[in-house]
């Protein structure tokens, strides 16, 4: 990428650090986040793939960054067939289609604060696509700024994409490694609401039930619900020492030890894996993406209320 | 604040209703069914639903102004629906909707149809309408978390034309938490 310094982008106008605020640049790995003012600037730039992933799946049609491309984290990230992540071969022609080279930097937004562009973000990671980032705010951000969108789908010259292997060992934890964790009372956070949390619900509120037949938590889980981290008037991560105060503070998260976050089927606590990992540099966490709807399935395992 | 037009009654809202499906619904809304089951193509869905968002027209003044009274907004919907049914003496039923949430989309795009379909009915045909019909036609374009909103329209409709003809709806459990 022209002028490029780490992590490969361009340093617009005085730098890219400029143009963050001094709590982004205290964040353990701050150039993981990038502003709605600097992708403005480069929205043109063809070493960068713009990618939408949202819940709501009409939004993406009904207009989207200039130029960026759709992730359905159903479709596209999910095996049609098992409940299990696609593999290597889909990955890369997912990649191939959206013209992405593993030199391809991809800023990663949609709604929801964001909730859904880190669940694709960390699907990515399982592949090792570190060339990654998340736009602060989202869409949430964007559209309240007033900047352009528009609703055409932009295609992209068809790339070649050598994937490696999915490597799930040390992004994803399945049931057997939560098992391990509870036994040894390792650090698990569930960040599923409060009434999820208790067993009150089985499901988040507004949402339907999909099919948990026990409630209550894991074990030993901390209680940290995922949009705690967020601004919820522009959908931006919180600062680093509201962040420390909300994690480590209040809840005795301990980053020197691994962490486990669980939500319900993984997409909420993919977002808290990102801001424990990137936001406060903890070393070592992992996304159960089987969480509650495995869990709370599964006979035998041991439950909390 | 809520107002009523000349000659026009507002009904007040109060919750949802039950979901029971009925045999029939009136011809303009079953035309739209029909219609929409005729889509394999979520792409193709997801455009004509898109198009009815953008036909979206907000409450007239004449009926309601920000901010927008509470009892009119529709429960557990996150794209912060209000709806209100005004009687004309005709004896029919108009629908308005406002949706707060920019991001919206599909709650408008219900709005408009069930503005379209039902407007200008008696409020005995407007009660006959089902929450079912949501998943008749956004299909697969709909979100988890839109789904139960959106039925919850359906079920505010429902009941403002079941409190126009002197009914006092059923409770809205039924409608807000499925299970």
């Given at each position: 990428?022209?002028?490029?310094?780490?992590?490969?982008?361009?340093?617009?106008?005085?730098?890219?650090?400029?143009?963050?605020?001094?709590?982004?640049?205290?964040?353990?790995?701050?150039?993981?986040?990038?502003?709605?003012?600097w992708l403005a600037g480069e929205l043109q730039n063809p070493n960068i793939r713009v990618i939408e992933s949202n819940?709501?799946?009409?939004?993406?049609?009904?207009?989207?960054?200039?130029?960026?491309?759709?992730?359905?984290?159903?479709?596209?990230?999910?095996?049609?067939?098992?409940?299990?992540?696609?593999?290597?071969?889909?990955?890369?022609?997912?990649?191939?289609?959206?013209?992405?080279?593993?030199?391809?930097?991809?800023?990663?937004?949609?709604?929801?604060?964001?909730?859904?562009?880190?669940?694709?973000?960390?699907?990515?990671?399982?592949?090792?696509?570190?060339?990654?980032?998340?736009?602060?705010?989202?869409?949430?951000?964007?559209?309240?700024?007033?900047?352009?969108?528009?609703?055409?789908?932009?295609?992209?010259?068809?790339?070649?994409?050598?994937?490696?292997?999915?490597?799930?060992?040390?992004?994803?934890?399945?049931?057997?490694?939560?098992?391990?964790?509870?036994?040894?009372?390792?650090?698990?956070?569930?960040?599923?609401?409060?009434?999820?949390?208790?067993?009150?619900?089985?499901?988040?509120?507004?949402?339907?039930?999909?099919?948990?037949?026990?409630?209550?938590?894991?074990?030993?889980?901390?209680?940290?619900?995922?949009?705690?981290?967020?601004?919820?008037?522009?959908?931006?991560f919180k600062t680093v020492g509201e962040l420390r105060k909300l994690y480590q503070e209040e809840q005795g998260l301990?980053?020197?030890?691994?962490?486990?976050?669980?939500?319900?089927?993984?997409?909420?606590?993919?977002?808290?894996?990102?801001?424990?990992?990137?936001?406060?540099?903890?070393?070592?966490?992992?996304?159960?993406?089987?969480?509650?709807?495995?869990?709370?399935?599964?006979?035998?395992?041991?439950?909390?209320? | 604040?809520?107002?009523?037009?000349?000659?026009?009654?507002?009904?007040?809202?109060?919750?949802?209703?039950?979901?029971?499906?009925?045999?029939?619904?009136?011809?303009?809304?079953?035309?739209?069914?029909?219609?929409?089951?005729?889509?394999?193509?979520?792409?193709?869905?997801?455009?004509?639903?898109?198009?009815?968002?953008?036909?979206?027209?907000?409450?007239?003044?004449?009926?309601?102004?920000?901010?927008?009274?509470?009892?009119?907004?529709?429960?557990?919907?996150?794209?912060?629906?209000?709806?209100?049914?005004?009687?004309?003496?005709?004896?029919?039923?108009?629908?308005?909707?406002?949706?707060?949430?920019?991001?919206?989309?599909?709650?408008?795009?219900?709005?408009?149809?069930?503005?379209?379909?039902?407007?200008?009915?008696?409020?005995?045909?407007?009660?006959?309408?089902?929450?079912?019909?949501?998943?008749?036609?956004?299909?697969?374009?709909?979100?988890?978390?839109?789904?139960?909103?959106?039925?919850?329209?359906?079920?505010?409709?429902?009941?403002?034309?079941?409190?126009?003809?002197g009914i006092e709806p059923k409770p809205a459990s039924a409608i807000a938490c499925p299970e």
């Open positions: 990428m022209p002028g490029a310094s780490s992590p490969g982008l361009r340093l617009p106008g005085g730098g890219y650090t400029s143009r963050m605020s001094t709590q982004a640049a205290a964040y353990a790995k701050p150039d993981i986040l990038v502003s709605t003012e819940e709501d799946t009409l939004l993406y049609a009904s207009g989207h960054i200039p130029g960026a491309a759709h992730v359905d984290w159903t479709a596209d990230l999910n095996d049609q067939v098992r409940r299990d992540y696609i593999s290597r071969d889909g990955f890369e022609k997912l990649m191939s289609r959206l013209g992405v080279t593993p030199d391809t930097t991809i800023v990663f937004y949609g709604d929801k604060n964001n909730w859904w562009a880190c669940y694709a973000f960390w699907v990515f990671q399982l592949f090792g696509h570190t060339k990654a980032k998340v736009l602060n705010g989202g869409r949430l951000k964007w559209e309240k700024e007033g900047r352009p969108m528009n609703r055409e789908t932009p295609t992209f010259t068809a790339s070649t994409y050598k994937a490696p292997e999915r490597n799930d060992k040390a992004i994803r934890a399945f049931r057997e490694d939560v098992l391990k964790v509870v036994q040894e009372k390792g650090q698990l956070v569930d960040v599923r609401s409060p009434d999820e949390y208790s067993g009150k619900r089985l499901h988040m509120p507004d949402y339907p039930n999909e099919g948990a037949v026990r409630g209550g938590h894991i074990p030993g889980a901390k209680s940290v619900p995922w949009a705690k981290a967020i601004n919820p008037e522009d959908g931006t301990d980053p020197a030890k691994p962490v486990t976050a669980y939500c319900r089927i993984g997409e909420r606590s993919s977002h808290t894996w990102f801001a424990l990992t990137y936001l406060l540099g903890f070393p070592n966490v992992r996304n159960y993406d089987g969480s509650w709807t495995e869990w709370g399935n599964s006979v035998g395992l041991p439950i909390e209320k | 604040m809520t107002r009523a037009p000349a000659g026009a009654e507002v009904i007040e809202n109060g919750g949802v209703s039950d979901s029971r499906t009925p045999t029939h619904y009136p011809e303009a809304l079953q035309d739209l069914l029909d219609t929409f089951a005729t889509f394999d193509d979520q792409a193709e869905r997801a455009q004509v639903l898109i198009s009815f968002s953008d036909s979206f027209k907000e409450v007239p003044k004449e009926v309601a102004t920000r901010p927008f009274p509470k009892d009119h907004l529709v429960p557990a919907c996150e794209s912060e629906a209000y709806v209100w049914a005004v009687m004309r003496p005709a004896g029919t039923m108009d629908l308005y909707f406002a949706v707060e949430n920019p991001s919206g989309i599909s709650a408008r795009a219900l709005a408009a149809m069930l503005t379209k379909t039902l407007s200008g009915l008696p409020p005995k045909e407007i009660a006959t309408v089902s929450p079912e019909i949501v998943e008749r036609l956004f299909r697969q374009n709909i979100s988890m978390g839109k789904g139960m909103g959106l039925m919850s329209m359906v079920g505010a409709v429902r009941t403002l034309a079941q409190r126009a003809q």
